[in-house]
């Protein structure tokens, strides 16, 4: 992890995970971002007790450590105000944890075994209370958050990627609109689901896979803004469209990029794009592009 100066791009300090927790590089490496909360730094790092670690931001001294896993796992921190306290959110391979971003204080810990380490999704926060986690193999869950506890609403029971009963999640995060969360599936069936039961509401194949038939690992990162949403598809399309309770309206399409990466045996894009200036960047392995996304607005 290396620190640099924005405008002269010179190194601040860096920090080596390996050496100086004594831990293996993951399977996909430490792929969670990492968050800045105040002068804080909080990493997903790995080992007994340091699972989470939160630096300074400015010098890359350790302020306070927590956790232990096997695997740290690949999804995000993320802070909501929960039950009138900021909650840091953990999500690793063995638990679904609340945190003191302050101190590491662990409020509530809760067990949650994710097949093959797949927990990659960030967390969503609905209705101010309720925490929704999302696996490729282990399905979806809903809890209601307390100050110092968490239980689960629903839950998919089966750990499965292909009998799915309500989202499995790859890599895209899903977005959770009023009383429905929208995201991709393991096979790329892009779904509607009620948020308060899990039921499905629908599903799509016509933004994910070019020939609208399932595929393992399919993939589109989505975007919501306004009234649409964009979303970058494998591929490096880029749609806009409307999801709403009643289907998938697709509104118009481009090609962005060449998808590049060769990891799940085709030709893929899985880096989510970014948002600024009313334009999308998005990046393959060999350029990336900025697009203009004004022109029509």
């Known amino acids: 992890m290396i620190c640099f100066d924005a405008l002269s791009g010179k190194q601040i300090w860096a920090l080596d995970f ?3 927790y004594n831990i293996p590089t993951p399977l996909w490496g430490f792929s969670a971002h990492p968050l800045v909360d105040g002068n804080k730094l909080i990493c997903l790092v790995g080992g007994k007790g340091s ?3 939160a630096f300074d931001k400015n010098t890359g001294k350790e302020l306070w450590r927590a956790l232990s896993s096997k695997e740290p796992g690949y999804s995000p921190p993320a802070i909501f105000e929960i039950a009138g306290r900021r909650q840091l959110i953990i999500w690793h391979p063995e638990a679904v944890n609340s945190l003191n971003p302050e101190t590491g204080e662990v409020y509530w810990s809760e067990p949650y075994n994710v097949q093959n380490a797949l927990c990659v999704s960030t967390p969503r926060l609905w209705n101010k209370e309720f925490l929704y986690l999302t696996a490729f193999y ?3 869950r809903l809890y209601k958050v307390g100050p110092n506890s968490a239980e689960a609403v629903w839950q998919t029971k089966k750990a499965s990627e292909k009998d799915t009963e309500h989202l499995n999640s790859i890599i895209g ?10 995201g991709t599936c393991s096979y790329g069936q892009l779904r509607c689901l009620d948020a308060k039961t899990g039921a499905r509401v629908w599903e799509t194949l016509a933004a994910t896979t070019p020939d609208n038939k399932p595929q393992r690992w399919a993939n589109a990162f989505l975007v919501k803004n306004g009234n649409r949403y964009f979303i970058e598809n494998e591929k490096g399309d880029l749609i806009i469209a409307k999801l709403t309770p009643e289907g998938y309206r697709e509104i118009s399409r481009t090609h962005l990029l060449d998808p590049t990466n060769p990891a799940p045996g085709r030709d893929v ?3 989510h794009p970014a948002f600024a ?4 960047y998005a990046r393959n392995d060999k350029e990336l592009v900025c697009a203009d996304l004004s022109v029509g607005q």
């Open 51 to 53: 699972t989470a670690v």
């Open 269 to 271: 894009v899985w880096s």
């Open 18 to 20: 390996n050496d100086a």
């Open 138 to 140: 282990n399905g979806s």
């Open 173 to 182: 995060t899903p977005v959770i609109d009023d009383d429905h969360i929208y």
């Open 277 to 280: 200036n009313r334009c999308i």
